[in-house]
């Protein structure tokens, strides 16, 4: 039995303007561009008049650059690239969200189940002020704040 030899398929070049010609031939009237507007953005224009049509000529198309240099392009992302800016980016924006949806730290966490054994075990606010300070290295000021926050009753 022969094995039929290998053969390389050439895909035909993507002729760009045949899409944006079929979409200026199907909404070539202002009236049917604006149908298109409101159905996709579920607006209620009236005016085509007010309509305006900014088209880009000339585009510089992105895949081409990446196809035709791709060696520059693959040193130029690894020379830039700084995966401690990248890691310390993604724990703050991390950190930020947390914050943003309500999420206490886990340090905070952390005091307020210290507070809550203090205060379970009779010890007075003042001693309890004395161990937050040394168990959480804080200052004077930020012990009160949290003493303040989550201490109950005197």
Do not use: C
Not at 36 to 65: F, K
Not at 72 to 92: A, G, P
Not at 94 to 112: D, M, P, Q, V
């Amino acid at each position: 039995m022969k094995h039929k030899p290998y053969i390389v398929q050439e895909y035909p070049t993507t002729n760009r303007e045949y899409k944006d010609g079929l979409f200026r031939l199907v909404f070539q009237k202002k009236e049917d561009l604006l149908s298109l507007y409101n159905a996709v953005n579920g607006s209620n224009y009236s005016n085509p008049d007010e309509l305006e049509v900014n088209t880009l000529g000339n585009v510089l198309y992105l895949t081409d650059i990446l196809t035709d240099q791709k060696a520059e392009v693959i040193q130029m992302i690894l020379e830039t690239y700084d995966k401690e800016l990248h890691d310390k980016t993604l724990r703050s924006e991390g950190y930020e969200t947390g914050k943003a949806e309500g999420f206490s730290s886990e340090r905070e966490n952390g005091i307020l189940q210290l507070l809550s054994t203090l205060q379970e075990l009779n010890i007075s606010r003042q001693d309890a002020h004395i161990k937050l300070k040394e168990k959480y290295s804080l200052s004077k000021e930020e012990a009160e704040k949290y003493l303040d926050k989550y201490w109950k009753g005197l």
